[in-house]
C-alpha cells in the first residue's frame, strides 16, 4: 500500500490528532455515495490543493474501489476549469508517473 509519508509522522508525532483526523474524515463521508465516487472527488479536490503525496495514495485507493485509469484523469481533468492550470501541472508528473505503475 502506498503511503504519505509526511501524513505517517504526523500521525506517529500527534497520534490523537491522527486518530482524530481519521474518525473525521469516516464521519463526513456518508453513505449516499459510493467510494469510487468518493475517491475520485477527492483526488479532484487534493489536485487543486497540488498535493501530490496524497494525491499517490488515493490514486491507489480509486483504482481498489474499481476506478479506471480513464476515469482518474478525467475527474484531476475537471479541476482546470476552477482550480486552474497551474495545480493540474503541478501534480501532472506525479500522477503520470502513478498511473504507469499500476498499468
Known amino acids: 500500500m ?10 506517529k508525532e500527534f497520534p490523537e490528532s491522527g486518530s482524530l483526523f481519521g474518525e473525521l474524515f469516516n464521519t463526513v463521508a456518508g453513505k449516499a455515495l459510493n467510494e469510487k465516487t468518493k475517491q ?12 501530490a503525496p496524497a494525491i499517490r495514495v488515493h490514486i491507489h485507493k480509486a483504482l481498489e474501489a ?12 475537471l479541476t482546470i476549469p476552477a482550480g486552474g492550470l ?5 501534480v501532472f508528473p506525479d500522477v503520470k508517473d502513478e498511473l504507469h505503475r499500476k498499468a
Open 2 to 11: 502506498v503511503k504519505n509519508p509526511a501524513f505517517e509522522e504526523f500521525k
Open 40 to 51: 475520485l472527488i477527492y483526488l479532484g479536490i487534493l489536485t487543486t490543493l497540488r498535493y
Open 66 to 77: 474499481g476506478a479506471t485509469k480513464e476515469e482518474i484523469q478525467e475527474a484531476m481533468m
Open 86 to 90: 497551474c495545480s493540474f501541472l503541478a
